[in-house]
């Protein structure tokens, strides 16, 4: 679908090649996606510091372990899949504003990061939630009392987790509004 | 904004009404907003079962109580506050099946739809995933050796709760589809 504005200014759509783009445009986009790339920055440092954080949450064999609570092994997973999939949306980021083009084809890039981002997001979310529960039950417990630094370093986890998630969040409203724009004008350039 | 299939056919915007619906949209509009009713309903079944599940969810006071359980509350609460949100909801569905009109102005009736569905999905999940995660504790624990029917409840509480999360999701898709329309042509009418 064409942009409406061309028929309003009173001029013939051949007039115009069907994917020019103004500098004012090409700069607004460059922008938008820099402000994309940071928070997926965000999101990876969170997300990979909460996985790290609950993967060496073990004192020896005497000591709780994270592998021991289904919820934690749940949060270190959901982390690790958010932290591999940022990465990677870094990479695509990165590229789109370096080349100006996507990597996959226009309308399947929109659409994979409005989606995986919105699934995800779910994802952190109730990883974290499942976590903090766990947290809750071990707080007055023995776990806590034979190993009080296992329990601050689970707490620390899945406060980096529920960080990450905000910061996925933000990305998600983006590329939901890239998604619109991309309905819109049958392109992510006019913004 | 205006739809642009005015200027396209050639007519001066002045000949049609601004707000001008033809039989064909008026009833397609009907039976969408028809299937948004049917799954609120379904949602604030889901949502009203899992509350009353986890309500009454007490055998006297040598027995193992909901209240104890800080997981257990948040499901309460969320469930209570989505099942209270789908009924307030399906009565503006059926309002405008009814009338036509939406009870709030337009603009502001499908953002705050849109946006009430997404913020309670997430709320819902993560009450969920919270749940879940208790459960899981509970499950070789003493409590659920002294009394299986208390667990046994929870759990049917938590599926229903995830069912009216499911159905919640379907909402939010289609008021999210709702706001693009109405970004895309400024009005809900032209499905």
Known sequence: MQSPQYLRNGEAPQRLPPHFHSTVSVQ????????ILVFRFASFCFCLSSSIFMFTNSRGSNFPNWTDFQAFRYVLAANAIVTLYSFAEMGVSVWEILTGSTVLPETLQVWFDFGHDQV?????LSANAAGTAMAWTLNGQDTCTASNAFCIQSYISIALGFAGFLFLGFCCLLSGFRVVCFIIYGSRFHL
């Open 28 to 35: 607004k986009l460059r922008r938008f996606n820099t402000l």
């Open 120 to 124: 995800f997001a779910y994802m952190l």
